[in-house]
């Protein structure tokens, strides 16, 4: 039997939103193209906004995950880290 893929939830999530930016970016390079039927660039419109959403919800985790760091004790006052130059 042929191993499958493994499921989103089983991978490291920055490992996942890799895999699903490398998708859309395929996605999106394929319906650029133009040689998609009408069908198909539905059907990858549809694949392409469900990855586009799973993204945005990773980064806004990260994003939360960083201010916890930043000031665990009221993540909604820190600040974003400015580094020297």
Known sequence: MAKSAPSPASQAPAADFENSLDEL??????????ELSLD?????????????????QALESAELRVRLLLDPDAPENAEPFEPEL
């Open 25 to 34: 970016e395929q996605l999106v390079a394929r319906m650029e193209g133009g």
């Open 40 to 56: 198909e660039s539905l059907a990858s419109f549809e694949r392409g906004i469900g990855l586009y959403r799973h993204c945005q």
